[in-house]
């Protein structure tokens, strides 16, 4: 059963991601902006709340058009090339559950952009101007000529030379939103975070904003400014409002509840894309979030600078449960944060195979063993109750301030106390006194509803495992109908079939792990 978010109205939980350019393919950093957003999206399913989670691809511009050229290809014929064999299989390797899929191609969104832009044009938002700067195609962006890294006049985010772009075109005037932004960060009514992301929003936008170019006249590799057919409208302009033109503007959805982005596209998202909405006298979103660079030996992956990893590499050794589980559980969401692979290796085999997949391959050897594979009658250990609740309330709370790193350490110290409690009670020693039945019934059945409640916990994360999990402790009911907030009021029923099948998080070869 579907019930409304947790505000109390019909509204979807509406998450996005980023939507990511097609000029290449996905590499792990990528994937972290939507394996959170995906994690985000289950754990809100998982309260039975609606939720809605949109992904997609930014397919415009000047840096789609040349990779095209580059490969002898329309920009359209490119775009459907990389969408297809590169962009919707990232999703299937990472396990992505996204409700929609936008590209910016689509009818549904060229359309849509149009009628918002002839409407801020009519409205006198828009002018006709001119402009000179430095100008960085990679990050489709000008550049204020002081950030430049020197010498050489070099983007301060692809270390790359900027072009000089002079241009006549139309204006967004920016600049006369920023008191509004201002007073719209304070109040509250769109959250910039982490705290570093907001601090970083609010120095820029008060130091004053100046008006931005709306469209380009270069090339026409775009969606055609309705009311001039020799601009395309800039592609950011017409990428942001994504978000929007998904869910057609409709209430059920609108506003976002949380847009995930990463620290390279925080300005466009907290200043220009709020300031687009009060224009068009749209609410505003609520949560802007700004994830950290993800770091490979030290230095951000970047698609530009081919130090990218694809996702795949890692999902084929380790499967997309430990991918997903790792990049949540080592790196602070919002920070910067490494990957390696012998870190990965090292969480998989300590915290995936020798504590969460141990505990359940020990319970349900045990109960095969001693009980036949039926869960004996019995009360949860005091104890161990109290940690599930410690857990999941932890937990819970971690997962609002988008601390996923928190709320998996959260659960992962309530399967430690569970294997430490079956450890020190010692179930092989009592199976063998048979005035000690009850005893071992009582070890048996709590460490089989603890086992209950990790699966619950931790399905948004590893729903691989933890449906096999499930099906192994024969719990009844869908796991996806197990409400979080009741992981501890409702428990397993005696008799259930316990049985012992594949091992949840198997050791794993050496190979492929390169270093
Ligand atoms: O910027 N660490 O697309 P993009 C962490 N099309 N996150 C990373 C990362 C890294 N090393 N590398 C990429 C665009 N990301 C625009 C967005 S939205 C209306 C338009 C993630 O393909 C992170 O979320 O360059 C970053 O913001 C995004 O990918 C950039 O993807």
Redesign the pocket.
């Known amino acids: 059963m579907t019930t409304a978010s947790g505000d109390g109205t019909d509204k979807a939980f509406y998450v996005t991601?980023?939507?990511?350019?097609v000029n290449d393919a996905p590499?792990i950093?990528?994937a972290?902006?939507t394996v959170a957003g995906d994690v985000l999206t289950r754990w809100h399913r998982q309260r039975g709340e609606k939720v809605h989670f949109l992904t997609g691809t930014?397919e415009h511009g000047q840096k789609i058009l040349q990779a095209a050229d580059a490969h002898g290809m329309t920009p359209q014929e490119w775009c459907d090339h990389m969408v297809s064999t590169a962009w919707l299989p990232m999703l299937t390797s990472i396990d992505a559950a996204n409700d929609d899929f936008i590209r910016t191609t689509q009818p549904r969104h060229t359309e849509r952009v149009q009628e918002f832009w002839q409407r801020l044009y009519d409205q006198g938002e828009v002018y006709s101007g001119s402009y000179t700067g430095p100008y960085c195609i990679a990050c489709e962006e000008f550049k204020v000529p002081g950030e430049l890294i020197q010498p050489g006049d070099l983007c301060p985010i692809h270390t790359r030379p900027v072009e000089m772009l002079s241009e006549t075109n139309y204006f967004f005037r920016l600049s006369y939103y920023a008191d509004r932004l201002l007073e719209a960060y304070r109040s509250g009514e769109i959250r910039v975070e982490p705290e570093s992301a907001r601090n970083e929003v609010l120095r820029f936008v008060e130091t004053g904003l100046n008006d931005i170019s709306m469209s380009r006249s270069t090339f026409d590799w775009g969606i055609g400014v309705p009311w001039d057919p020799a601009h395309v409208i800039y592609v950011?302009i017409d990428?942001?409002l994504?978000?929007w033109t998904a869910v057609e503007g409709s209430a059920e959805y609108w506003p976002a509840d949380v847009h995930?982005?990463?620290?390279?596209?925080l300005r466009?998202?907290a200043v220009i894309w709020p300031a687009m909405l009060m224009a068009a006298g749209l609410p505003l979103p609520k949560l802007v979030f700004a994830?950290?660079?993800?770091?490979v030996g030290g230095e951000?992956?970047?698609k530009t600078k081919l130090t990218g990893i694809p996702p795949q590499r890692i999902t084929d050794h380790f499967g997309s449960d430990a991918y997903r589980y790792y990049f949540l559980r080592e790196l602070q969401f919002g920070q910067d944060g490494s990957f390696s692979w012998e870190s990965m290796a090292a969480r998989y085999q300590s915290e995936l195979g020798d504590q969460l997949g141990n505990l359940a391959s020990r319970l349900t050897s045990m109960v095969g063993r001693y009980r036949d594979g039926v869960l004996p009658d019995a009360v949860i250990d005091e104890g161990i109750a109290a940690a599930m609740v410690t857990a999941r309330d932890d937990a819970e709370a971690a997962i609002d301030r988008l601390d996923f790193q928190s709320a998996l350490a959260a659960v992962m110290t309530f399967v430690r106390i569970v294997n430490g409690y079956v450890t020190e009670r010692e179930p092989w020693k009592v199976a063998k006194d048979d005035s000690r039945a009850s005893e071992l019934d009582a070890i048996l059945y709590t460490t089989a509803d603890a086992l209950r409640a990790m699966a619950v916990l931790l399905n948004p994360v590893m729903p691989k495992a933890c449906a096999k999990l499930w099906q192994q402790l024969g719990a009844p009911g869908e796991l996806a109908d197990a409400r979080v907030q009741k992981v501890a009021d409702e428990h397993l029923p005696a008799g259930s079939n316990v049985v012992k099948g594949d091992l949840l998080f198997p050791r794993l070869a050496d190979e492929g792990t390169e270093a």
């Open positions: 991601t980023p939507i990511y350019y590499h950093g990528h972290y902006t930014d950011w990428a942001l994504n978000y995930l982005v990463g620290k390279d596209i466009f998202h994830n950290g660079w993800l770091l951000k992956m970047s």
